[in-house]
């Protein structure tokens, strides 16, 4: 079978599905293709930032999330393990109505925009179709091949979308040049019954040690903790045990609720990693999403920022198929609008890692100072929220601020909250 759209998008994950449901919206013909047999299922713990819920919004699908399975959250705090609390952020310091953050149950929101991508371009999303190459004309891609239910198919069109993650096929078969890194450290995720009371999110910061506690819907709490890369393995072996008991040492208030974590079944481990690629457009393709610059979560803003990609390529799409043009130069426009934000979240998600996740005591002493001082600075701790919630284009910190943080000496305009960064 060979067929022909104006867009073909590899991947319905964050990225791929909001692009493809963005362009069926302004009548684009659209092919969405997804490896996967149907939406996605199992564990999974997802936080809206206040940037992804506008996007949402402006889809009006904000509002169609079942809203037994979302829990606003206000409040995060910081405390150090065993010790005093850190530092607190409340989101209500931004304007409303996106003034919180939003916890959903496993792929509720992802979940919604399949739907609405199915009913807006009924046959537009193919589940168990796998991408396996790009076709070219000279340097040009004009489509994809693509294994569809164990068939191959050509699919030709004039844009390539990879947006099938940190993985990417489609970015291996452009042969762009990408530095992927893993990081020693992944991510234990559960979503555990919680019969005691959790309203306000808590972060638990060691050495070398991070639980966070996250109130979900259905008087659940999201957890996820940090561990060594390598010691699923030694982890699994020792049974669930010895983590009951070093969450409730952290936390007693949620021993009950940690006392049901029983069988591994309620949990996954997610690895981290973060995705470089050298360009994110060529003549007729273009990468989105981690499939161009995945990040540490830390950030918070890995699904968000391919979310952001998608709203912007699917403004800039018009005119290329207006112009018929789909050269690189052209789709650098795109690059060029979300390539320095993106890259400023990953530095700074990279020095969130570094001092976040350490073991050494010298620098988890630096990182309580730090917090602590945000803590009492009305400005700084403004910057930081405003940079996880996915609204500042600049770094949160310069360099005076950076010395500033580390409370050597007062900040005069410490009462002071920035007039930017609302939107
Ligand atoms: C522990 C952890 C916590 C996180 N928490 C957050 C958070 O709170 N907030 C946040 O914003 N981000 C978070 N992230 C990051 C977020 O999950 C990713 O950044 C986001 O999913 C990237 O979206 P994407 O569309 O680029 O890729 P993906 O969502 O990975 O989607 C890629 C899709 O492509 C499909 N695919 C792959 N290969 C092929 C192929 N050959 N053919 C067809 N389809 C294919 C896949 O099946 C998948 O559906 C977290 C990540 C981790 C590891």
């Given at each position: 079978?060979?067929?022909?759209?104006?867009?073909?998008?590899?991947?319905?994950?964050?990225?791929?599905?909001?692009?493809?449901?963005?362009l069926?919206?302004?009548?684009i013909?659209?092919?969405v293709?997804?490896?996967?047999?149907?939406p996605?299922?199992?564990?999974?713990?997802?936080?809206?930032?206040?940037?992804?819920?506008?996007?949402?919004?402006?889809?009006?699908?904000?509002?169609?999330?079942?809203?037994?399975?979302?829990?606003?959250?206000?409040?995060?705090?910081?405390?150090?393990?065993?010790?005093?609390?850190?530092?607190?952020?409340?989101?209500?310091?931004?304007?409303?109505?996106?003034?919180?953050?939003?916890?959903?149950?496993?792929?509720?929101?992802?979940?919604?925009?399949?739907e609405?991508?199915?009913?807006?371009?009924?046959?537009?999303?193919?589940y168990?179709?796998?991408?396996?190459?790009?076709?070219?004309k000279?340097?040009?891609?004009?489509?994809?091949?693509?294994?569809?239910?164990?068939?191959?198919?050509?699919?030709?069109?004039?844009?390539?979308?990879?947006?099938d993650?940190?993985?990417?096929?489609?970015?291996?078969?452009?042969?762009?040049?990408?530095?992927?890194?893993?990081?020693?450290?992944?991510?234990?995720?559960?979503?555990?019954?919680?019969?005691?009371?959790?309203?306000?999110?808590?972060?638990?910061?060691?050495?070398?040690?991070?639980?966070?506690?996250?109130p979900?819907?259905k008087?659940?709490?999201?957890?996820?903790?940090?561990?060594?890369?390598?010691s699923?393995?030694?982890?699994?072996?020792?049974?669930?045990?010895?983590?009951?008991?070093?969450?409730?040492?952290?936390?007693?208030?949620l021993?009950?609720?940690?006392?049901?974590?029983?069988?591994?079944?309620?949990?996954?481990?997610?690895?981290?990693?973060?995705t470089?690629?050298?360009?994110?457009?060529?003549?007729?393709?273009?990468?989105?999403?981690?499939?161009?610059?995945?990040m540490?979560?830390?950030?918070?803003?890995?699904?968000?920022?391919?979310?952001?990609?998608?709203?912007?390529?699917?403004?800039?799409?018009?005119?290329?198929?207006?112009?018929?043009?789909?050269?690189?130069?052209?789709?650098?426009v795109?690059?060029?609008?979300?390539?320095?934000?993106?890259?400023?979240?990953?530095?700074?998600?990279?020095?969130?890692?570094?001092?976040?996740?350490?073991?050494?005591?010298?620098?988890?002493?630096?990182?309580?100072?730090?917090?602590?001082?945000?803590?009492?600075?009305?400005?700084?701790?403004?910057?930081?929220?405003t940079?996880?919630?996915?609204?500042?284009?600049?770094?949160?910190?310069?360099?005076?601020?950076?010395?500033?943080?580390?409370?050597?000496?007062p900040?005069?305009?410490?009462?002071?909250?920035?007039?930017?960064?609302?939107?």
């Open positions: 079978m060979d067929i022909h759209v104006d867009v073909v998008v590899i991947g319905a994950g964050g990225g791929g599905a909001i692009l493809g449901l963005l069926a919206k302004k009548g013909r659209t092919l293709l997804e490896q996967a047999s149907g996605p299922h199992g564990i999974r713990g997802e936080i809206l930032q206040p940037n992804g819920q506008k996007i949402l919004d402006d889809l009006s699908l904000l509002d169609q999330l079942p809203q037994n399975a979302v829990q606003p959250v206000r409040h995060f705090h910081f405390r150090q393990i065993g010790g005093k609390r850190l530092c607190s952020i409340d989101y209500a310091e931004l304007s409303p109505p996106y003034n919180r953050a939003l916890v959903t149950l496993p792929h509720v929101a992802h979940r919604t925009v399949l609405a991508l199915e009913k807006q371009n009924p046959g537009g999303l193919w168990n179709a796998s991408f396996t190459n790009v076709l070219k000279g340097r040009k891609i004009i489509g994809v091949e693509a294994d569809v239910q164990g068939k191959p198919v050509r699919i030709s069109a004039n844009l390539v979308v990879g947006a993650g940190p993985a990417s096929k489609v970015r291996e078969s452009l042969k762009i040049p990408t530095k992927l890194y893993r990081y020693p450290e992944s991510y234990l995720v559960a979503i555990l019954d919680c019969p005691e009371k959790l309203d306000e999110a808590q972060y638990f910061l060691g050495k070398k040690e991070i639980l966070g506690l996250f979900a819907a008087g659940k709490i999201y957890l996820v903790y940090l561990i060594d890369a390598e699923q393995n030694a982890i699994h072996a020792a049974g669930v045990e010895p983590l009951q008991k070093r969450w409730s040492a952290m936390y007693p208030e021993s009950a609720t940690f006392q049901g974590f029983t069988n591994w079944e309620q949990s996954t481990v997610m690895p981290t990693g973060r470089r690629a050298r360009t994110w457009v060529t003549d007729g393709a273009v990468l989105i999403g981690d499939a161009a610059h995945g540490n979560p830390h950030a918070s803003q890995g699904r968000m920022q391919a979310m952001v990609d998608a709203t912007v390529l699917a403004d800039l799409i018009p005119s290329c198929l207006a112009e018929d043009n789909f050269e690189e130069s052209r789709l650098k795109y690059e060029k609008q979300r390539r320095p934000k993106v890259e400023m979240l990953q530095r700074l998600a990279d020095e969130e890692a570094f001092f976040w996740n350490t073991g050494n005591p010298v620098l988890a002493w630096l990182r309580n100072r730090v917090f602590s001082t945000i803590d009492e600075n009305r400005r700084l701790k403004y910057q930081v929220l940079a996880t919630a996915g609204l500042r284009e600049t770094p949160p910190f310069g360099l005076l601020d950076r010395f500033l943080a580390l409370g050597l000496v900040d005069p305009r410490a009462d002071q909250r920035p007039p930017h960064a609302l939107s």
